[in-house]
């Protein structure tokens, strides 16, 4: 089991070096979503400060879900996916291992990049240091949340039309617990007071899901190669 | 229905040595009971039963769509039957008995490399190899001049090629199911897997095919099932 996660997480990650451009889209997206909201509501440091830790979890969100859509299309068109189903033959057991295996090279992928790139745009913002760093700790947690419900997502609506789309009505109200422990951790050290509440709550959140999400991508997937 | 349909080229030797195989019972690698399955309303086969003994192959046949690939994916361990059992050495999962899947789609990643994509298949299915086995396997095929060329560039033929290597490589007497293992494929490719097989069969592994019937070599021991047969 731990050979085929293993196996898994190399191959996405190596598919992504061949693939350099596609990787970078999601990260690209941030980039260019961030930067365009200055622009729109004007250069007042004072009403950047306060929107920036909100707008940069909404553009992670956003960015997470642009490239989790098509997480398990491929595999599904070309067969590999149909062989992963077979190892343990068709054990539900391996089929969580594979929901794992995706998820966490997703995050590797996707939600790594933008909590180190978060925290270069804090500064573009002008936010103080000790919100800066919350903000980069609220993302690292919440994440991994984002790309673990993705992936129910992407597994629920595999082979269907207009999965795309489909996929972000699904998943964004789920990620609204996550976008409010987010933000409110960030709020909270940036007006003095005490974060371990927000934190812990996002911590127990990440639990949580890392615990059910995985069982729940599972049983979408075997519906879908059935 | 019992083995309806089966005819047996392989003249009257190999039908004793069958029935002799289920009267002594020494618990088949294959043995499907009461076997059912639907796809959306349309119910494809109902109470299908037949049994595969080690050394083996059974060649399905049947017109399109009468589930010739559903069949093949319930015993690979995709999806789930309507009604019935598959029994592997008389046990429900093929806990000891490797089963390996060759469906349709080559399963092949179009940015790796040949003897990436061919080692990764191999890895997720528990097989722990060097790269010289792989090397042979690709060799076996003809393709070992294309072993770091991305599969993109291959041809279908040369697809097929590199996800039929995976059976080169195979030495335990597994069971195989090979969904049309012959598409695409030229004389040499052909050949080859005809080879492969007779290898198999004659190391008591299981064969489960489906395919056209000119391309299966004539010497190949075989049983028949007719799944028009076995309709509602």
Known sequence: MLALFNALVVRDLRLALRRRSEALLPI?????????????IGPEPQTLRAIAPGLMWVCALLATMLSVSSLYNSDHADGTLDQL?????????????????RSAAHWALTGAPLVIAAPLFGLMFDLPPPTIAMLAFTLLLGTPILSLLGSVGAALTLGLRSAGVLVILIVLPLT?????FGTGAVAAAEGGQSAVAHCSLLGALLIFTLLTAPLASAAALRLAVE | MQLKGFHNPGGDALQALSSASITAAP?????????ALERGSRRLFTDLAFELGAGEMLWVRGRN???KTSLLRLIAGLGAAANGQILFDGKARAAQRHVVYVGHANALKEDLSVSEALTFLL??????????????????WGLLAQRQAPVRTLSQGQRRRVAL?????????????LDEPFDALDADGIECLNALLGTHLQRGGSVLLTGHQAALAADLPRRELDLDDCGT
Do not use: K, N, T, Y
């Open chain 1, 28 to 40: 690209g997206f941030f980039v260019i979503a961030v930067a365009l909201f200055p622009l729109g």
């Open chain 1, 85 to 101: 189903m077979i190892c343990g033959h068709g054990s539900f057991e391996s089929a969580v291992v594979i929901a794992a295996a």
């Open chain 1, 176 to 180: 609204v617990p996550a976008l409010i």
């Open chain 2, 27 to 35: 618990l088949a690698p294959l043995a499907v009971q009461g076997l």
């Open chain 2, 65 to 67: 769509g009468r589930g």
């Open chain 2, 123 to 140: 890895r997720i299915h528990g097989g722990r190899l060097d790269a010289a086995a792989i090397d042979a396997a690709l060799g076996h």
């Open chain 2, 165 to 177: 290597a995976r059976l080169s490589v195979e030495r335990r007497a597994s069971l195989w199911v």
